[in-house]
T-cell receptor
Framework: NAGVTQTPKFRVLKTGQSMTLLCAQD?????MYWYRQDPGMGLRLIHY???????AKGEVPDGYNVSRLKKQNFLLGLESAAPSQTSVYFC?????????????????FGSGTRLTVV | DQQVKQNSPSLSVQEGRISILNCDYT??????FLWYKKYPAEGPTFLIS?????DKNEDGRFTVFLNKSAKHLSLHIVPSQPGDSAVYFC??????????FGTGTKLQVIP
């Protein structure tokens, strides 16, 4: 049981380049999330999805786009990378809150993607 | 506005002693609280949780205490072990809202 898998694990981009981070989960979770972790800032929500075909903005969405074409996959795109987007990115998934109550608060995280923009 | 605050960025404790990690929150609508643990180069993993109808929840060496009037929760680890060395994130949510995470406290347990 793989849980949440993120690819790639590491990436170095030049300013202005684009890339897509892939997140895949095999737990049949309804909800999926993208976070970034920066020193002293904790985990900040970029975008999230409450179901296939739906996405919504989190607290730091600027410069990022997402898509959830399949229930098990959640893609995070950077159209024109900037040094400020240097960070560690985590994908997470959870059950629906409506369906499972408090279990929906327990997120399963991937192991992260370390992105450096130079 | 940081709704979940962990004011201690780091904590060092001797092996076998108690570790106490603290967390304060500002949103009185939060009704579910969680602690996550994160090792280097790994994603956070769920550790323990508590709902607002309780003031204490235990799971082995880990106990979470909730003081709603003070908007404060704490995680106690007894006894602390070197394998507990990690970053601990406090988190909270209100009803069907998304979980809000704190900034984390790095715990070092010294053998």
């Amino acid at each position: 049981n793989a849980g949440v898998t993120q690819t790639p694990k590491f990436r170095v981009l030049k300013t202005g380049q684009s890339m897509t981070l892939l997140c895949a989960q095999d737990m049949n979770h309804e909800y999926m999330y993208w976070y970034r972790q920066d020193p002293g800032m904790g985990l900040r929500l970029i975008h999230y999805s409450v179901g296939e075909g739906t996405t919504a903005k989190g607290e730091v969405p600027d410069g990022y786009n997402v898509s959830r074409l399949k229930k098990q996959n959640f893609l995070l795109g950077l159209e024109s990378a900037a040094p400020s987007q240097t960070s560690v990115y985590f994908c997470a998934s959870s059950y629906s809150l409506a369906g499972t109550g408090v279990e929906g608060h327990r997120y399963t995280f991937g192991s992260g993607t370390r992105l450096t923009v130079v | 506005d940081q709704q979940v605050k962990q004011n201690s960025p780091s904590l060092s404790v001797q092996e076998g002693r108690i570790s106490i990690l603290n967390c304060d929150y500002t949103n009185s609508m939060f009704d579910y609280f969680l602690w996550y643990k994160k090792y280097p180069a790994e994603g956070p993993t769920f550790l323990i949780s508590i709902s607002s109808i309780k003031d204490k929840n235990e799971d082995g060496r880990f106990t979470v205490f909730l003081n709603k009037s003070a908007k404060h929760l704490s995680l106690h680890i007894v006894p602390s072990q070197p394998g507990d060395s990690a970053v601990y994130f406090c988190a909270a949510s209100a009803g069907y809202q998304k979980v809000t995470f704190g900034t984390g406290t790095k715990l070092q347990v010294i053998p």
